[in-house]
């Protein structure tokens, strides 16, 4: 049923009076109310129905009060850029269908949408437009993009601000989304104490549709909340400094590339029914491969649930404070490369093949720990991480004017062979730097194949029998007796050790890529000269 009056309309604009009930008093809850304009419609009365439908183009300001609205449909809202849905409603809300163009139409403007309740999009409808706000105290669902998934076209724009303690925003993206300023509101805003949770995904069906989500860089364009849910194929790239994300989770699909940069704590845990970032539950429809995650955050960062970005062809990058790893919160990676300032603890069961890490001068030490055989080697660097310069090595370089045994200590355990990569035309690409360098584990080592290893003091305990060590260091070398390890021990098996290969003052912080040619009448050493 239809029950509404209209009070007037003006200039080809439709205002809305007041709804009444089936006996004529004002207010009662209607069935159905469909409003068609050509030039919009603004509201001066609160509008309850069942089902709003708003057909035409023009601009709709259904938001002058709240209203009680429980389905909205604007199938065929369409035209010009400046065409534009606001609706405001404390009803929990669901579009049933998509507020977006017919075939051949322009794609609208701007949706609008505040609410205290909940707004949840049907299964099965597209929202294409090209500005979404979302505001209140509520939550919401929604997939942005355009009608036809096969072929995205178009980008949208979504800024949200909302108050809830157990707000969130749940968005599917099948096109380009971009998180920006929208009507006046920048960025994502919620508060981060509660359940505050923003989702990006991309994910339609038993596919997954490749598709981009990025952010503007701007102050007041960031991201606040309490968790954040990464799931999809494609690129998800939140590049804004000025992100303060608690903790992230989701899934990362074949061929998904994450780049966060957050300040404050951040932890990889459980957000709402997200444990960490575990492996593709299916694979990319598109064939990617190589999967990556680059973290870059200005305060803590806590490895407390898995994270798995697949042994072959995955990467993991980060930059952060303090690095810290939780019984639960293994590393499967094919390479891991980490820059911190605070020291880094990586000490649980990881399945990484190449591992690059360093510590800042004077910052901390370094631990990690394989559950199989790795290399120490070089990750390749990204725009926005360490410059996009490779990162070599792990390194726990102490600060200006420390002393030997003032400095950091690098371990590295394993259960299987821990080796290194070997130099390349006399630089280094997977050498070990640290006050104390200690080796444990239940496999053999060989870090004997670097001529820029360099080390105050050597110590290591390998348990299986017949397990061997090699160590080579460019300068002297002491045989340490700290953290409870008493010298370099096996279980017979041979250690060889060599010291003085590359015979110069030592640099604080070492940079095997500064080193240069040797001078003429002085060859370089080889280590097939050692």
Partial sequence: TIDWEVSRITGGTLLFGEASNADGTPGGALGGVSLTSDNGATQTASIPANRLLLPGSGNFAIDGVNNSVVILNASVLSGASGTSLRHRSDTALTPVEAVGKAIGEGRPGLLALTSNNSVVQAVGTTVDVQNIVLRGNGSYTLRAGPVFTTAPTGT????????????????????????????????????????????FANATGTQVVPSTVTQATGAGQGITAGGLIVAGSGTISLGNAL???????????????????????????????????????????????????????????????PTNLGATGGTLRFTAGAVTQGAGGAITANALGGI?????????????????????????????????????????????????????????????????????????????LIGQSADVAGVATGNVEGDVVRITGSGSADLGTSLFNDADALEGALTTAGSALVYADRNNLRIGHTGGLAGVLTNNGNITIRTGVFDTPRTNPPDPAMVGPAAPGSPRPTAAGL
């Fill in 156 to 199: 949208t724009t979504l800024a949200a601000n909302l108050g809830g303690a157990t707000s969130f925003i749940n968005i599917t993206n099948i096109g380009a989304l971009v998180v920006g300023t929208v009507d006046g509101t920048g960025g994502i805003t919620l508060p981060t104490a509660g359940v505050n949770i923003v989702r």
């Fill in 243 to 305: 992100n303060n994300v608690g903790v992230l989770a989701g899934v990362m699909y074949t061929g998904t590339s994450v780049n966060l940069a957050n300040t404050g704590a951040l932890s990889i845990g459980v957000v709402a029914n997200d444990t960490g970032l575990p492996a593709a539950q299916r694979v990319s429809a598109t064939g990617f491969t190589g999967t990556t995650l680059t973290v870059v955050n200005l305060g803590s960062l806590g490895f407390d649930q």
């Fill in 340 to 416: 911190s300032t605070a020291g880094i603890v990586l000490d649980r069961a990881n399945d990484v093949n190449t591992v690059a890490l360093t510590t800042l001068p004077g910052t901390g030490d370094i631990a990690f720990n394989g559950n199989s055989g790795y290399t120490v080697g070089t990750v390749a660097g990204v725009a926005g991480w360490n410059s996009a310069a490779d990162l070599v090595g792990v390194r726990a370089t102490r600060g200006a004017g420390a002393t030997p045994g003032d400095g950091a200590v690098v371990t590295l355990s394993g259960n299987g």
